[in-house]
């Protein structure tokens, strides 16, 4: 819950009090083409202000709920999802979110006659509240917006954040509490095994998104704002043991097609109060500023035309998306032992757009490298120039990953493998994973079901004629008025809000050059270097990509009855990525006269390291004791002696693409 809130409520009906004692009267003033209106006034407490809306008196608009009835129907089929599916919502209380309680609960209610209330709540429907504790006030807001979704026969749970590294700075405080709250809303779909994860998000706020990239310099797919339904993935491993394989979550946006005055009305239409932040006022937040700009902006034909260019800009990312899908498909070869293969005869890059190869190079690296950051400027360009360089005859290290021509190829496939000095991931996880226990889980069957329905009607509806694949960032608006997508005066409105944010964020760039220059970027990054330790019977998630796991086997070498085998005696074992001394070591023990356990496994691995290129071996995990010694490569079937048990798997938290996402 964001800062201060101001309560509303419709129809004459009893305005609900929160911490009455925090709440001083307030006269209001309305007019006639405002919702609502307010004042702030002075609190009894002087940490936080507090409004208090009561729109008793404001005429009830005209309403037309069959309308928001089809149009929310269609989103929710265009996901794939049926009233009978197990749902969570996203409530803050606000306009957005109770609107978004007042359609899903009719959609649940109305869609099957089995669907039924159990102890007056709607089966399969839970409303999730975060309470982000960054105010003492926090809590009891919290418990507020809970009993009003409550009342609506909407199970409630409240998700109370925990700051373990304390509170985020200023600057990036609403970014972080965003981050925070799909976390914790996450953590409460994977505890309740919940699929589905419906969001708030309107019209107004891609009209917004697409204001503010614009002044970043974002391309066209950028431009396409946020997703209407893709698939996100457990910050921690949420293992689906049936398929070996990170649990994922489905994001689905039903109120995209509808504008924030519409909220409001289904709010009155369902007679539910709100929670307004004052907040939201602030001109010292980017989103407020380019929100109060375009709602001064009372022509409905701007808002049309914008609209209509961010469409043309969602069926460019949708066209983008299913070329890039169906190249990833053809052309990657993913191994068991974490690295890529790329197929440049059939990639052809050549003949692929710029902005289709772009997207494509970009899907595989942060697959490979597991770091979600986008790749933009040079490092863009630089792959490029070499993946269109065939045959491929040179190395290259960009995002996180080194590319690398594949060995007896003959420049026709690229190995893309960890580049291990680099920033890459360093969350490692140690984890209790009870197999027998796990398998009976329920699996994500279900899910599967509905993205796959949601894929058919995506294909079933793929865009083929597009307008804006060779659009750059700057040309996208000149591009939209020669296809007579915005009419002269829009195209001059939206470039002077362009231009206003574009020197507004210059400046604060400028500002905080200092200010971040001095500032330690490096807390979340671990090298190669970084020491960790495993103990016997424990799963260890490996830098969002291997799991990994060792225990003593019921084999016992000869030096275990002496009490010295290097593994019996060891309580715990490190584990690191392989170095170039590792495999030399292999080769010089298989060269021993001795006919041991140690020998005979050592040529073994060997064999099977060979078949590895040399760029992707250093992404291999090994296990060593505190004196060094490597006792174990799993991925290879090396281990020291017979009494080592170790086992690893290549298992990355987001797939390869990232996953299901539509932009229809």
């Given at each position: 819950?964001?800062?201060?809130?101001?309560?509303?409520?419709?129809?004459?009906?009893?305005?609900?009090?929160?911490?009455?004692?925090?709440?001083?009267?307030?006269?209001?003033?309305?007019?006639?083409?405002?919702?609502?209106?307010?004042?702030?006034?002075?609190?009894?407490?002087q940490?936080?202000?507090?409004?208090?809306?009561?729109?008793?008196?404001?005429?009830?608009?005209?309403?037309?709920?069959?309308?928001?009835?089809?149009?929310?129907?269609r989103?929710?089929?265009m996901?794939?999802?049926?009233?009978?599916?197990?749902?969570?919502?996203?409530?803050?209380?606000?306009?957005?979110?109770?609107?978004?309680?007042?359609?899903?609960?009719?959609?649940?209610?109305?869609?099957l006659?089995?669907?039924?209330?159990?102890?007056?709540?709607?089966?399969?429907?839970?409303?999730v509240?975060?309470?982000?504790?960054?105010?003492?006030e926090?809590?009891?807001?919290?418990?507020l917006?809970?009993?009003?979704?409550?009342?609506?026969?909407i199970?409630?749970?409240?998700?109370?954040?925990?700051?373990?590294?304390?509170?985020?700075?200023q600057?990036?405080l609403?970014e972080?509490?965003?981050?925070?709250?799909y976390?914790?809303?996450?953590?409460?779909?994977?505890?309740?095994?919940?699929?589905?994860?419906?969001?708030?998000?309107?019209?107004?706020?891609?009209?917004?998104?697409?204001?503010?990239?614009?002044?970043?310099?974002?391309?066209?797919?950028?431009?396409?704002?946020?997703?209407?339904?893709?698939?996100?993935y457990?910050?921690?491993?949420?293992?689906?043991?049936?398929?070996?394989?990170?649990r994922?979550?489905?994001?689905?946006?039903?109120?995209?097609?509808?504008?924030?005055?519409?909220?409001?009305?289904?709010?009155?239409?369902?007679?539910?109060?709100?929670?307004?932040?004052p907040?939201?006022?602030?001109?010292?937040?980017?989103?407020?500023?380019?929100?109060?700009?375009?709602?001064?902006?009372?022509?409905?034909?701007?808002?049309?035309?914008?609209?209509?260019v961010?469409?043309?800009?969602?069926?460019?990312?949708?066209?983008?998306?299913?070329?890039?899908?169906?190249?990833?498909?053809?052309?990657?070869?993913?191994?068991?032992?974490?690295?890529?293969?790329?197929?440049?005869?059939?990639?052809?890059?050549?003949?692929?757009k710029?902005?289709?190869?772009?997207?494509y190079?970009?899907?595989?690296?942060?697959?490979?490298?597991?770091?979600?950051?986008?790749?933009?400027?040079?490092?863009?360009?630089?792959?490029?120039?070499?993946?269109?360089?065939?045959?491929?005859?040179?190395?290259?290290?960009a995002?996180?990953?080194?590319?690398?021509?594949?060995p007896?190829?003959?420049?026709?496939?690229?190995?893309?493998?960890?580049?291990?000095?680099?920033?890459?991931?360093?969350?490692?996880?140690?984890?209790?994973?009870?197999?027998?226990?796990?398998?009976?889980?329920?699996?994500?069957?279900?899910l599967?079901?509905?993205?796959?329905?949601?894929?058919?009607?995506?294909?079933q509806?793929?865009?083929?004629?597009?307008?804006?694949?060779?659009?750059?960032?700057?040309?996208?608006?000149?591009?939209a008025?020669e296809?007579?997508?915005?009419?002269?005066?829009?195209?001059?409105?939206i470039?002077?809000?362009?231009?206003?944010?574009?020197?507004?964020?210059?400046?604060?760039?400028?500002?905080?050059?200092s200010?971040?220059?001095?500032?330690?970027?490096?807390t979340?990054?671990?090298?190669?270097?970084?020491?960790?330790?495993?103990?016997?019977?424990?799963?260890?998630?490996?830098?969002?990509?291997?799991?990994?796991?060792w225990?003593?086997s019921?084999?016992?070498c000869?030096?275990?009855?002496?009490?010295?085998?290097?593994?019996?005696?060891?309580?715990?074992?490190?584990?690191?990525?392989?170095?170039?001394?590792?495999?030399?070591?292999?080769?010089?023990l298989?060269r021993?006269?001795?006919?041991?356990?140690?020998?005979?496994?050592?040529?073994?691995?060997?064999?099977?390291?060979?078949?590895?290129?040399?760029?992707?071996?250093?992404?291999?995990?090994?296990?060593?004791?505190?004196?060094?010694?490597?006792?174990?490569?799993?991925?290879?079937?090396?281990?020291?002696?017979?009494?080592?048990?170790?086992?690893?798997?290549f298992?990355?938290?987001?797939?390869?693409?990232?996953?299901?996402?539509?932009?229809?």
């Amino acid at each position: 819950m964001a800062r201060g809130v101001a309560l509303c409520c419709y129809n004459g009906r009893k305005s609900s009090t929160l911490l009455s004692s925090s709440i001083a009267r307030v006269s209001l003033s309305f007019f006639p083409k405002t919702l609502f209106a307010s004042y702030p006034i002075q609190p009894r407490r002087q940490n936080f202000s507090r409004l208090f809306c009561n729109i008793a008196s404001v005429p009830n608009a005209a309403v037309d709920e069959t309308m928001y009835k089809e149009v929310f129907n269609r989103r929710m089929a265009m996901a794939g999802l049926k009233p009978h599916h197990r749902i969570a919502l996203g409530v803050s209380g606000g306009p957005d979110s109770m609107a978004l309680c007042v359609l899903t609960a009719k959609w649940k209610t109305e869609g099957l006659s089995g669907v039924n209330k159990t102890d007056g709540f709607i089966d399969g429907l839970v409303a999730v509240v975060v309470d982000h504790g960054l105010r003492q006030e926090s809590k009891d807001e919290a418990q507020l917006v809970c009993s009003r979704v409550s009342e609506m026969g909407i199970r409630c749970e409240i998700a109370r954040c925990d700051w373990v590294n304390g509170r985020p700075k200023q600057g990036h405080l609403q970014e972080a509490a965003r981050e925070m709250r799909y976390q914790m809303i996450s953590n409460v779909c994977f505890r309740q095994q919940i699929g589905v994860l419906l969001i708030a998000h309107h019209a107004d706020d891609q009209a917004e998104l697409f204001i503010l990239r614009l002044s970043r310099g974002s391309g066209v797919l950028g431009l396409a704002g946020t997703s209407f339904a893709s698939e996100i993935y457990s910050q921690d491993l949420e293992l689906d043991v049936k398929h070996m394989k990170n649990r994922s979550i489905l994001l689905v946006r039903p109120l995209l097609d509808l504008w924030k005055e519409d909220m409001y009305k289904i709010c009155q239409w369902g007679r539910q109060n709100w929670v307004e932040d004052p907040t939201n006022l602030s001109q010292l937040f980017v989103r407020n500023r380019i929100r109060t700009s375009i709602g001064n902006l009372q022509s409905g034909t701007f808002k049309s035309e914008l609209q209509a260019v961010i469409s043309e800009c969602r069926r460019t990312r949708s066209f983008v998306d299913k070329v890039c899908t169906d190249l990833l498909k053809q052309t990657v070869t993913v191994t068991d032992k974490g690295y890529a293969v790329l197929d440049l005869e059939r990639l052809n890059p050549t003949e692929v757009k710029d902005i289709c190869l772009s997207k494509y190079l970009t899907a595989v690296l942060q697959f490979i490298s597991q770091r979600p950051r986008p790749i933009r400027g040079n490092t863009s360009k630089l792959l490029l120039n070499y993946i269109r360089a065939t045959p491929c005859r040179t190395s290259l290290t960009a995002a996180g990953c080194y590319l690398s021509p594949a060995p007896g190829s003959k420049g026709t496939k690229v190995i893309v493998s960890c580049f291990l000095d680099s920033s890459l991931p360093s969350k490692t996880e140690i984890l209790n994973i009870c197999f027998n226990e796990a398998r009976k889980r329920p699996t994500s069957d279900d899910l599967g079901q509905i993205i796959s329905s949601a894929k058919t009607f995506s294909d079933q509806n793929r865009v083929f004629d597009v307008h804006f694949l060779d659009a750059a960032s700057e040309s996208v608006l000149s591009k939209a008025r020669e296809l007579n997508i915005l009419s002269e005066s829009t195209y001059t409105t939206i470039g002077l809000l362009q231009r206003d944010e574009t020197n507004r964020f210059i400046t604060k760039k400028e500002d905080n050059k200092s200010v971040d220059a001095s500032e330690d970027h490096g807390t979340n990054i671990a090298s190669s270097s970084d020491k960790v330790h495993l103990l016997p019977g424990k799963d260890l998630y490996f830098m969002n990509r291997f799991l990994i796991r060792w225990d003593s086997s019921n084999h016992q070498c000869d030096e275990a009855c002496c009490g010295k085998c290097a593994v019996g005696t060891a309580t715990s074992l490190e584990v690191r990525h392989m170095v170039e001394s590792d495999w030399l070591y292999l080769v010089e023990l298989s060269r021993s006269s001795n006919r041991d356990h140690s020998t005979s496994s050592s040529h073994k691995a060997l064999r099977s390291l060979k078949s590895i290129p040399v760029a992707a071996r250093r992404s291999l995990l090994v296990l060593v004791n505190h004196c060094g010694l490597l006792l174990g490569v799993p991925a290879i079937g090396f281990n020291y002696c017979p009494c080592l048990k170790a086992s690893t798997v290549f298992l990355p938290r987001v797939p390869l693409g990232g996953g299901f996402s539509s932009f229809l």
